[in-house]
């Protein structure tokens, strides 16, 4: 079981793929409801593309960090 990983990075991608289309759709919903002058209606869509795109940049966010972690202890 230790030598068994969780995510896998195919998962991980596939996790990744699934936020960034539902991402561009609740994107796709901001605009159209900006459009039609629902204004309360587009903020809440705004405010959903807004999260699931911070949750979407998190895995290269968390290498990044990693690497310069990792060149801290070395110096």
Known sequence: MNDHKFFTKRSIQLCRLILLAATLYSGFLFALYLWSGEFSEALSHLATTMLLLFFW?????????QKSSASAKQQ
């Open 57 to 65: 940049s998190l895995q290269p966010l968390a290498k990044l960090v």
